[in-house]
């Protein structure tokens, strides 16, 4: 899909759309034969379904699986494999760190080094919010620049911050410093490149010298008296969701890196402390009315798949189907209910198969599927799509995009 | 699909994947209203259907018939597009000749040329091997090199042998000599662009002379007194399959043409005379323990099809279906069971038709398909993928595939 040419078939109208992504909501079947979204009892999704037009979308394609930024890039309309975020940016962009063109970003985890120079801890023993922002304070306050590039500091949870270099041209195609394992040596950040540009042997240079400044600085901490480095990447903003397909948007997430990507995006990102489906549900019906577009992101049913917890999946599941019914009364002219991706808790893991997905709309045509699942879906009209022509789907359903040609 | 993104999301592992290409497997309904593949008694392919994931995929897009070149090029994840082989290159990697890059081949044909100087016979009276062999023999000792250019020769089989011509870039968009009837004159070889290259005119002058020098030296011959040449291509070397995909490949096929593109790709060939489908599966069980991805090509059910022998088709399906429990007691992670293309017996050729497809692995989704046929396959999960959408999904359920982005 060429955003340009589906930009230019936008217009604005007064309709409203809601997308519903749960993350990791495709599965495969369990001991039962049925996979959690099918052994859930869903009367709401399932009556939305018979109403509804059903399928399935492809994050990436078959067999690729895809992590979290990809899959929601590709939902929003984004070609996934153009606009490739590192988890640098994407960690970043869900804290409330303003980025600027070209600034290079790194997720950075406080470890405890041992006195033979090995990694004793990964996360410095899980230090708590409180203590990760006052180390993030001590490196902001003692690290401002380095070689002339400024130096920023940002925490994001726990042992987890980020540092981001600004004022430079600078190349992020860097490998990490984690080795990954307790009781090796952090490594040297190095290009990744064969041939690496001049601006990517200096950012590593950067990186190493903050590292071993951190260091220093850290040394008399018990355990957080390190930093490794990872996930580097330049910022570069995406299309402006909102300016593309001219209507107010509006995210609700609980956890940060949708709120991050939903930000890079340019959507109009909620940026208070939800945590249950229940509080994002609030948020939805009290911004509904000033917005155009809404996502709501459910978390937990990928954080179920990944623990290998079937029934903790279904219940995440059935808890949103009892919570459906509050965003129907808001009767949004078109909804849709899909995952990001598949997450079977089977495989503990991300993976490929292709997601389900239900689209709500006056103008929806019939197909056969009489509930929402895996392999009802099968029979649904919507076939198997590219996650990147859903968002054409909900404009279209909204009455939002005009002819192609005479 | 880029094959560089899928290279780079390849890992090593202990997995086992094996391909089984049915050439032209897919049909149209005979007398009966069922095709070969549903007519015939298949109770071990279709109780893999039943644990399986089933399907059809498309060898080149709807509509679009392939030749067995790009209809295996695709199934091994290469765009059938960008990597054209011409039949010359393709007939001669199945031989035992070893290509360097750069080397234009051509196909030829040993005729019998009539007093006339029009052709009496296209194939010099099928002549036998021996018979072949001799005469590419006499036409190496007495043409080494034109214009500075070497030449090469090297028997196929029968009346069928090849001409390589190496040292100098060339240029083989030529058209052939053939002219396709008897009682015709053969034609000048010449450039097939409108505004060829240099090197395609002086490709075309060597392909001349090279005719010219051939009649001289076959005028003794009663049969094979005269030489066409069809099919120039330059070899370029395809990227290896084994280095994109990170595993050892091997290929068990009984045709020269299949065991060429195998080689082509880079797969190790099992080059013993394997002949039925018996002696392939022995060669399979014996390196299946060497191998990670084994393709096993079952040539028959194609001729069959080309033949119009609807009989025969389902005769090659059931002997093959009696000798799958060979190949599942092996138990690879992943079997995958399809056709390169359908070759309807109705048409006796090759087809546009989009090919049952199925694959058995542990992660595979469950869907309703029964049996395994192109009826049945229309239920089946897999819906209908791109030929080159084959190799990563066997690469995925086989967990060869790394997450793509953060």
């Not at 984004?78 to 970003?105: K, S, W």
């Not at 240079?205 to 990447?233: C, H, S, Y």
């Not at 909804?335 to 709500?360: A, Y």
Request: one cysteine or more.
């Amino acid at each position: 899909m060429d955003l340009d040419l589906l930009s230019s078939l936008a217009i604005e109208n007064e309709t409203k759309v809601v997308l519903v992504i749960m993350d990791g909501l495709g599965g495969l079947a369990g001991p039962n034969g049925k996979t959690s979204l099918e052994a859930a009892h869903t009367p709401n999704l399932d009556a939305l379904a018979r109403s509804s037009i059903c399928g399935f979308h492809d994050p990436l394609g078959p067999g690729l699986t895809p992590g979290s930024g990809p899959a929601h890039i590709g939902l929003f309309g984004y070609d996934p494999f153009r606009y490739l975020i590192g988890r640098g940016v994407l960690d970043t962009a869900g804290t409330p760190f303003v980025f600027e063109q070209g600034d290079m970003a790194s997720r950075l985890n406080f470890a405890t080094l041992a006195a033979d120079g090995t990694i004793a801890d990964r996360r410095a023993g899980r230090i708590p919010d409180e203590e990760g922002k006052r180390v993030t304070e001590l490196l902001a306050e003692n690290i401002k620049e380095i070689n002339g590039v400024q130096v920023l500091m940002q925490h994001v949870k726990e042992y987890r911050a980020a540092a981001i270099f600004r004022g430079k041209k600078l190349d992020g195609r860097l490998c990490d410093s984690d080795p990954q394992q307790v009781g090796h040596k952090p490594l040297e950040v190095a290009p990744t490149e064969q041939n690496p540009t001049a601006e990517a042997k200096e950012a590593a240079d950067l990186a190493n010298t903050f590292i071993a400044r951190a260091k220093e600085i850290l040394a008399d901490e018990q355990k957080a008296n390190f930093v490794m480095m990872r996930g580097f990447d330049i910022y570069e903003p995406l299309p402006n969701f909102c300016e593309l397909y001219k209507w107010r948007a509006c995210a609700v997430a609980a956890y940060p890196m949708y709120k991050g990507v939903s930000k890079l995006a340019g959507m109009r990102v909620i940026e208070e402390g939800q945590s249950t489906i229940e509080e994002e549900i609030e948020l939805v019906e009290r911004e509904f009315p000033n917005t155009d577009f809404l996502f709501l992101h459910v978390k937990k049913a990928d954080s179920m798949g990944e623990d290998g917890n079937f029934e903790g999946k279904v219940g995440v599941i059935e808890h949103f189907d009892r919570l459906l019914p509050r965003l129907m009364d808001l009767k949004p002219d078109v909804l849709c209910i899909t995952g990001d991706h598949s997450t079977p808790c089977r495989l503990k893991s991300h993976s490929w198969h292709p997601v389900p997905i239900c689209i709500s709309a006056e103008s929806v045509r019939a197909d056969a599927c009489q509930t929402f699942g895996e392999t009802s879906c099968l029979t649904g009209g919507l076939g198997r799509i590219h996650s990147t022509e859903v968002m054409p789907l909900l404009l279209a359903h909204a009455e939002r995009l005009m002819k192609y040609g005479a």
